[in-house]
């Protein structure tokens, strides 16, 4: 079996070696730190972000929406795909002039109409016309979301010596 030493075996051995290389608590560093101690000597001060996958599904079958009573309330249309796009698809809209003017890039809801929204981490822009918009990868089920990682201001050959 472990030894008594192994980093494997023992309670308590994310925040010991969270301590002992003045990391800060997240997850992603957690998940470093414990192991082989080898391992910290990879993570680099520059490297300030993780990438967070969520599993969101590719759409569903469902043909009415139902009411609080389950009536049905809307119909929904036959078809996944409107104007080449899918809703899931991670796209970027240039709007060159009017209320939503700029240059906005995130996961695409679509109608039938192709007016479309655009989520990102900075919310949901509405009405966003399909002209305007080009797939920059196409929807796969998943998302993705930069995070950033709260290192420490010392640097790594300072944490990594005192070991």
């Known amino acids: 079996g472990p030894s008594a030493s192994s980093s494997h075996s023992r309670s308590g051995a994310a925040s010991h070696d969270r301590a002992r290389f003045d990391l800060p608590k997240t997850h992603a560093l957690d998940a470093l730190a ?4 080898d391992t ?3 993570i680099h001060p520059t490297v300030t972000r993780t990438l967070t996958i969520t599993s969101n599904g590719r759409g569903q079958y469902q043909r009415t929406k139902p009411d609080k009573y389950g009536f049905p309330r809307l119909n929904l249309t036959r078809v996944k795909s409107h104007h080449g796009f899918q809703t899931g698809d991670i796209v ?3 709007v060159p002039a009017g209320k939503h003017a700029g240059t906005h890039t ?3 809801a679509v109608r039938k109409s192709g007016s479309f929204n655009i989520t990102s981490t900075l919310g ?3 009405g ?3 002209k305007r918009c080009t797939v920059l990868q196409r929807g796969d089920g998943y998302g993705y979301l930069w995070k950033e990682e709260a290192f420490s201001s010392r640097p790594l050959k300072d944490r990594v010596s005192e070991r």
Not at 34 to 37: A, E, K, S, Y
């Open 106 to 108: 995130g996961r695409v």
């Open 124 to 126: 949901t822009i509405q």
């Open 128 to 130: 966003i016309s399909h």
């Open 92 to 94: 970027k809209a240039t």
């Open 40 to 42: 910290v000597d990879a």
């Open 34 to 37: 414990v192991g082989h101690p």
